[in-house]
């Protein structure tokens, strides 16, 4: 099966990404951070066979993420809102003939490259695959063909946006399943809880050893 990953960011800078941790963390550790976080998920990217690419928030310094991601696709974010700029992107991608495409966020220092399979894993069998996060979030989203209704959910980032999207999804008559659970890092508790399970060897654990963070 021609398959496709969706790394779906913006390029990391001082004061314009992981914002929520500015209480705890400096801009540029921020910053830093993040950019820690892309280089782990490329490396989980690279164990799955599957075609890489990054659609990024529309930025003129875009090309920074070719460091880390050498051999992606490159496509900007279009969209008024979250959700249509996903939709837009799945949709461009399965139009360049792949069989599935999975997108995910960037805020995940422990998914593996298993988390990746079991979305795909779904789609064998489902129209929709999706992976929960525990606050009521998901953190990758996957389809066989592009379906607009399952963006049409209202408060992203909200602990209801997981259950919405199994609703939109269902009301469409679409078949739902669900990935591995996998938990993203927005606040200073997830920041906190990460220190103790980070993977060892990872640029993330480096990147906390460096700050002297946990």
Known sequence: MKRAVICFTRVPKPGATKTRLLPVLKPQQCADLHW???????????????????????DADWESLK???????FYPQKGNDLGERMYRVIRKILELGYESAVLTGTDLPM??????ESGFAVLEEKDIAIGPTSDGGYYLIGMKKPCREVFRV????????????????????????LALTCDDVDTPGDLWDLTKT??????????LKQEGIG
């Open 67 to 73: 460091t880390v991601f050498p051999h992606a696709g």
């Open 36 to 58: 820690a976080f892309l280089k782990d998920l490329a490396d989980t990217y690279r164990e799955v066979d599957a075609h890489l690419f990054v659609a990024y928030t529309p």
């Open 198 to 207: 980070v993977r060892p060897g990872s640029h993330t654990e480096k990147f």
């Open 154 to 177: 209202e408060g992203y980032g909200g602990a209801s946006v997981f259950e919405s999207t199994v609703t939109a999804a269902e009301d469409a008559g679409l078949s739902v399943g």
């Open 111 to 116: 998914m593996t490259a298993a988390h990746l």
